[in-house]
């Protein structure tokens, strides 16, 4: 039996864009968050005694300048060399051959593949490992027919960093197809670049599983959910495949509905719910969330105006339960199918006011601004909307009642802010 583990796109020691400072501790965890990721591969490897770790490209982020990082990667690859574990590396587009990073340690169980294609062979157990790394950051042509013949009767593995899809002109990642990596007669592909996890083809005895891990930690947003990487298991010449969680921190938008929402007030009520919810949503230990809160439309400006106050009310409540979860930051849309029909409430109008109040007296820049701001919305609507606002745009798609909130709303929110912004500059004294 052989087995394997296939990860790639470490991005090793690359900042996480969505770090939180909110929480020390957590924020301490999502600065090492890569490397947690990349130690749990390690320590998996060692754990299961996997003869091959396979790393297909971006092991570095490009960015990475510091020479420590290089240091702790050496610590690592001897520490797989001394469990038995052989680790091989393609350079992807982010670390290509020419791209400057710390210098791989010169270790007798280390391969790191060079642009011309080669193979590695495991006599003992009829496995080859056939690889070629990216020479520079963008690679136009389909590598694949560089690399060498399956060995024949053996079990063929290739790595490769491709962005696949096809033969687009603009494709700098090593542009291939699934049709072309069937054709090269291997059983199993270990490709990176994509970082969402999926098996883009299972295997079976007529094709070869292509399978792209993902990245094992998210760092944004845009790179969501639990990452893992591939353990695979070679028995009687055929591939069978696990999977096993990498996340140190999992980030994960949450959305939330508070469609039935009817102020600003409603929604600070709302934070200890939101809270547990976040809670709920995040049975993998440490998160990073984006509670994605859904409003009345007309309640989207009060709250994108509340949202760092109605954050840290979040996260308080979050905090006296657990410290494991943090809120990244609020994100706000209006609810489905209540484009232009909101209501706006006495409620929504009072605290608007409020706001405008207190910052009257906190902020007269601010109040400037929104005098600008309001002065541009009056001269937009149609003429007859002040004075008569029954009368309607049919364009906006409004019934009377709102509308005539609308006109209300947007005139008395000048009128106050006008008489604000007097008694504001009345009282710099200037
Ligand atoms: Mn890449």
Known sequence: ?????????????????ALSRRNADLAEAIGVATRAAFERIVDKAI??????????GDLYDGSTKDMRTGLYLAECLRRLGKAGVHTFIILGNHDAETVAKPPFPDVETLTVFKPKASTH??????????????????????????????????????????????????AD????????????GYDYWALGHVHKSQVFQEGTPERPWIV??????????????????VLGTVSDGR????????????????????SSAESFNDIQAEAGDIARTLIDASDHGRALLRPELAVPRALVPAVRRGRDDLLDLIQTNIQARTDRVAVEKIGIVASAGDNQRAEIDKGTLAHLTDMIRTGATAD??????????????????????????????????????????????????????????????KGDGS
């Open 1 to 17: 039996m052989f087995r394997f583990i296939h990860t790639a796109d470490l991005h090793l020691d690359s900042p996480l864009k």
């Open 47 to 56: 754990e299961e005694r996997v003869a091959a770790l396979l790393i297909s």
């Open 121 to 170: 062979r495991f006599e003992e157990h009829e496995v080859a490992i056939h690889g070629a790394s990216f020479r520079d950051n963008s690679v136009t042509a389909d590598m694949t027919p560089g690399y060498p013949d399956p060995v024949q009767g053996w079990v063929n593995i290739g790595m490769l960093h491709t962005s696949l899809g096809g033969f687009s002109e603009h």
């Open 173 to 184: 990642y090593a542009p291939t197809s699934p049709a072309r990596l069937g054709d090269k």
């Open 212 to 229: 792209y891990p993902g990245i094992p930690q998210g760092r944004d947003m845009g790179e969501t959910g639990q990452g893992r990487a």
């Open 239 to 258: 591939i069978n495949i696990e999977w096993f969680d990498t996340s140190a921190v999992v980030l994960e938008r949450v959305p939330i509905d508070l």
């Open 364 to 425: 007269s820049d601010l109040v400037k601004e929104l005098v600008k701001d309001f002065e541009a919305i009056l001269a937009k609507l149609p003429p007859g909307l002040r004075a008569h606002p029954g009368h309607l745009n049919p364009l906006t798609d409004l019934d009377p009642e709102s509308a005539d909130h609308i006109a209300g709303w947007l005139e008395s929110m000048a009128a106050e802010a006008v008489a604000s912004a007097a008694a504001a500059s």
